[in-house]
């Protein structure tokens, strides 16, 4: 069965920068439609980035011009980049794509 597990999480000071992996196994990612989310405390889960099976990418408008998805098929893993963190970018991460969900790293901006 397919199975992400994310990594990259962490804490970080505000401007500072954190880039987040996904890694994929049982299933070629390359093949789907893969995004990034979100969830902070107290809120819903909220999408980040997507980048569909033919690369083509989409983001937030609120992490437009900091954050960018990627995909790396040789390793079949997918990462977001993310540059000049702000504190309202403190949430868990979590990864998903092929029907399925990682279990979220945390990143902590202050």
């Known amino acids: 069965h397919v199975q992400l597990v994310e990594s990259g999480g962490g804490s970080v000071q505000a401007g500072g920068s954190l880039r987040l992996s996904c890694a994929a196994s049982g299933h070629i990612i390359s093949n789907c439609g893969m995004g990034w989310y979100r969830q902070a405390p107290g809120k819903e889960r909220e999408m980040v980035s997507g980048i569909s099976s033919a690369s083509t990418t989409t983001y937030a408008d609120s992490v437009k011009g900091r954050f960018t998805i990627s995909r790396d098929n040789a390793k079949n893993t997918l990462y977001l980049q993310m540059n000049s963190l702000k504190t309202e970018d403190t949430a868990v991460y979590f990864c998903?794509?092929?029907?399925?969900w990682g279990q979220g790293t945390q990143v902590t901006v202050s």
């Open positions: 998903a794509g092929c029907g399925v």
